[in-house]
């Protein structure tokens, strides 16, 4: 961690326009390529950007970067962002169109999410008094590898610069304010037999019917809906795997389902894991992946004023995403940024620009109101 | 096909020793490398080990040897074994070894099925006037490819040389008459469903949890028990493989369960597919494998007098053989060789020495009676 407040004076980057509109400098944003691993060379661009805001202290750790007011307010509220992308897929640079009579602009990363961070950078570098303090945060390494990931760093590392009273993350929800996410759970469910030829199976004991019990309870399984504070959580178990056979001769002696399940933000992950052992009781069952989820928070005082300052009706956040981990610090967070959550990573990959404006306005609206 | 009736000049392989006992010439023939598409030499070393039998008419196809008697005969019996083996292990050249007391002769082959083909060899030469006509059958490929099969090549380009009133295969049944074989079916069993994000599996369908009726019905068949010519056949319905998934956070949208069914010889192979599908009506099934089973025709007159000769109470057969080629062409056939057939392809393949002299002499005495 370096203090960043001084760019460099070598110029080896991209200059991104801070007068120029947040539309303009998402495209500004996405064409620096910055593949997960690659974001450098965009960090290097952004400490520049901000160079002039003497309103910010800069924080670089190592692609990650933590800008803060320092303006003595009540409330600190974090406003954070991944600058990294999905692979390429000849969708740079990228380009303006308009379908039907809609104008949007079309890349990679223009949708996850540089939509985002650039109304957030173009925020940042114009609220100078902004109602409440602000730390915002643009990190690395969101697409790839949990153990990678720069806000995971940061709250390892540095949890002081991620303290707050509520958190925004810029993922793409089409600008609506979506709350907290679903905790995610996966876990193998196993089987032993006898192996045996199966010219003569009853010598031996058929791992893969015996699955059969774990299939019927998944299949009858009625998943929950949980309102947590206000939103309306759909659970969800799902096989998403099953194997099982040694050859077309052979009676298994092992067999598997590979089991996700999605669960509402008032359940701990423990909570989670003791359900499905009870589900399937008697089983061999290990746990593969198990990310708590993220309650919405939307009761909160600062919550209900974004929802009054950015209009629209809040929903509950599905996926998982990195809002849980400011909710594991005990701070409330809400997913809010342009982009079409469906074409994140997809090769025709597109923002409707005027989301991007309406976003820039609902967060302006918010951190300037009284 | 050519005449082999005469020997070829050159001598460019083994010579086996037909004064020898049985047990030696399955060393012998163990010792001759033989596996499956190397079977030339030890083909040439049985055409010239024949070469002095004027009672025999040889015929010779790539490596498949045809020993016919011609005495007028009223009845023809054919008895038949193949001459290749499956891979080596370090296991050859053989060797005796005794265990518990019991001689046995180790290595690649003794089993499966050269102490068969010994004890055949060893009659071919000596019986010049048995009591039917007989035709002596050596063949290649019998471990490998279906449609390579030495006896499946003569059964359709010179169905001629396999007429017979009764057909015996060497293969190893502890030299105890095994009768026929079960039929066997393999089936894919697939449910489509609709892929989806498993954080939102509600706009899916599972298209593994659709497996589930299938496993039900899979886990509850009671195999019949079938009285087929006086033996009991015991079917069997079993999954031998279960696949399914795309990604752990994707609901699939395809799964499959595939199925071997082993059905009694007086099932034939349509009767076997229609059974099936009838139990998974509804569901998409693909037939990937279907051999006929083969009745033991133990009610016939030849099978009665086999039985009287050799001994012990006849067994049905459960695994797929080839005798069921036989069955195809009308021909009753049995298996019945020296060697436990749970040491067939085994690393400690070795088969007792004294079932290899049980064996010649049970089908000396049926040969020979009257």
Request: aromatic share 6%; hydrophobic share 40%; charged share 20%.
């Given at each position: 961690?370096?203090?960043?407040?001084?760019?460099?004076?070598?110029?080896?980057?991209?200059?991104?326009?801070?007068?120029?509109?947040?539309?303009?400098?998402?495209?500004?944003?996405?064409?620096?390529?910055?593949?997960?691993?690659?974001?450098?060379?965009?960090?290097?661009?952004?400490?520049?950007?901000?160079?002039?805001?003497?309103?910010?202290?800069?924080?670089?750790?190592?692609?990650?970067?933590?800008?803060?007011?320092?303006?003595?307010?009540?409330?600190?509220?974090?406003?954070?962002?991944?600058?990294?992308?999905?692979?390429?897929?000849?969708?740079?640079?990228?380009?303006?169109?308009?379908?039907?009579?809609?104008?949007?602009?079309?890349?990679?990363?223009?949708?996850?999410?540089?939509?985002?961070?650039?109304?957030?950078?173009k925020l940042a570098s114009e609220l100078i008094e902004?109602?409440?303090?602000?730390?915002?945060?643009?990190?690395?390494?969101?697409?790839?590898?949990?153990?990678?990931?720069?806000?995971?760093?940061?709250?390892?590392?540095?949890?002081?610069?991620?303290?707050?009273?509520?958190?925004?993350?810029?993922?793409?929800?089409?600008?609506?304010?979506?709350?907290?996410?679903?905790?995610?759970?996966?876990?193998?469910?196993?089987?032993?037999?006898?192996?045996?030829?199966?010219?003569?199976?009853?010598?031996?004991?058929?791992?893969?019917?015996?699955?059969?019990?774990?299939?019927?309870?998944?299949?009858?399984?009625?998943?929950?809906?949980?309102?947590?504070?206000?939103?309306?959580?759909?659970?969800?178990?799902?096989?998403?795997?099953?194997?099982?056979?040694?050859?077309?001769?052979?009676?298994?002696?092992?067999?598997?389902?590979?089991?996700?399940?999605?669960?509402?933000?008032?359940?701990?992950?423990?909570?989670?894991?003791?359900?499905?052992?009870?589900?399937?009781?008697?089983?061999?069952?290990?746990?593969?992946?198990?990310?708590?989820?993220?309650?919405?928070?939307?009761?909160?005082?600062?919550?209900?004023?974004?929802?009054?300052?950015?209009?629209?009706?809040?929903?509950?956040?599905?996926?998982?995403?990195?809002?849980?981990?400011?909710?594991?610090?005990g701070i409330p967070a809400v997913n809010y940024g342009?982009?079409?959550?469906?074409?994140?990573?997809?090769?025709?990959?597109?923002?409707?620009?005027?989301?991007?404006?309406?976003?820039?306005?609902?967060?302006?609206?918010?951190?300037?109101?009284?």
């Amino acid at each position: 961690m370096v203090d960043a407040a001084s760019p460099s004076p070598a110029l080896d980057h991209p200059i991104l326009d801070m007068t120029a509109t947040a539309i303009e400098i998402t495209r500004q944003l996405c064409d620096i390529e910055s593949v997960s691993g690659n974001e450098t060379t965009i960090a290097d661009a952004i400490v520049a950007a901000l160079s002039d805001s003497a309103h910010l202290q800069v924080t670089r750790d190592g692609d990650a970067i933590v800008a803060r007011t320092n303006l003595g307010r009540d409330k600190r509220v974090v406003i954070a962002g991944h600058i990294d992308t999905v692979p390429l897929n000849n969708n740079l640079p990228s380009r303006f169109e308009m379908i039907d009579g809609v104008e949007y602009l079309w890349g990679r990363g223009t949708v996850d999410m540089k939509a985002g961070v650039a109304v957030q950078l173009k925020l940042a570098s114009e609220l100078i008094e902004p109602t409440f303090d602000i730390t915002w945060i643009w990190y690395d390494h969101e697409e790839v590898s949990e153990n990678l990931n720069g806000l995971g760093r940061l709250s390892r590392q540095h949890p002081e610069l991620l303290v707050g009273d509520f958190a925004i993350l810029g993922e793409p929800t089409n600008s609506i304010i979506e709350g907290g996410c679903n905790g995610n759970a996966r876990v193998e469910v196993r089987t032993s037999g006898v192996r045996a030829h199966s010219a003569r199976s009853w010598v031996g004991h058929n791992a893969i019917h015996d699955l059969t019990p774990i299939l019927q309870t998944l299949a009858a399984y009625q998943p929950r809906t949980v309102n947590v504070d206000g939103l309306e959580y759909r659970e969800g178990l799902n096989a998403v795997g099953i194997s099982g056979g040694i050859a077309g001769n052979v009676i298994p002696d092992t067999a598997m389902v590979h089991i996700n399940y999605r669960f509402a933000p008032s359940r701990s992950g423990v909570e989670a894991i003791t359900h499905l052992r009870e589900l399937f009781e008697g089983y061999d069952l290990t746990v593969v992946d198990l990310a708590e989820g993220a309650r919405p928070g939307l009761n909160a005082p600062l919550a209900l004023d974004l929802i009054r300052a950015v209009g629209g009706e809040p929903q509950p956040k599905y996926g998982w995403t990195d809002v849980a981990r400011f909710s594991a610090l005990g701070i409330p967070a809400v997913n809010y940024g342009p982009g079409d959550p469906l074409k994140a990573h997809a090769d025709d990959e597109r923002v409707a620009t005027d989301q991007i404006t309406a976003c820039e306005h609902g967060l302006r609206a918010w951190l300037t109101t009284n």
